[in-house]
């Protein structure tokens, strides 16, 4: 995706705050705000945030994942699911 038609000097920002939230809310494409014509924040609707946050905690899940995999951090299936099903049939 590239972001250099969602660019807007925070001028345009303040000028126009209520449409610049409508149209992150309806294109659901983030926009970058300049100040002194360098890029300083970017803008985007919350539904776009939360997926984003999902993505990244599934994505560092993952990671640890993989990261416990390559440090040897494991257990064969077979031996994690007798100690479940042990500890399902204790009281």
């Known amino acids: 995706m590239?972001?250099?038609?969602q660019v807007k000097p925070?001028?345009?920002?303040?000028?126009?705050a209520a449409e610049v939230l409508t149209q992150l809310?309806?294109?659901?494409?983030?926009?970058?705000?300049?100040q002194n014509g360098e890029a300083k924040a970017v803008l985007q609707d919350v539904a776009s945030?939360?997926?984003?946050?999902?993505?990244l905690?599934?994505?560092?899940?993952?990671?640890?994942?993989n990261q416990d995999v390559?440090?040897?951090k494991v257990?064969?299936?077979p031996d994690v699911v007798a100690r479940l099903r042990?500890?399902?049939?204790?009281?």
Do not use: C, D, H, W
């Open 57 to 65: 905690a599934l994505l560092k899940i993952l990671a640890l994942g």
């Open 25 to 34: 809310a309806e294109q659901r494409e983030p926009m970058v705000i300049t």
């Open 49 to 55: 945030f939360e997926e984003t946050q999902a993505t």
């Open 75 to 77: 257990k064969p299936v």
């Open 86 to 91: 042990a500890k399902r049939a204790s009281p």
């Open 70 to 72: 390559a440090t040897g």
């Open 10 to 16: 925070i001028s345009y920002l303040k000028a126009n």
């Open 2 to 5: 590239r972001y250099s038609s």
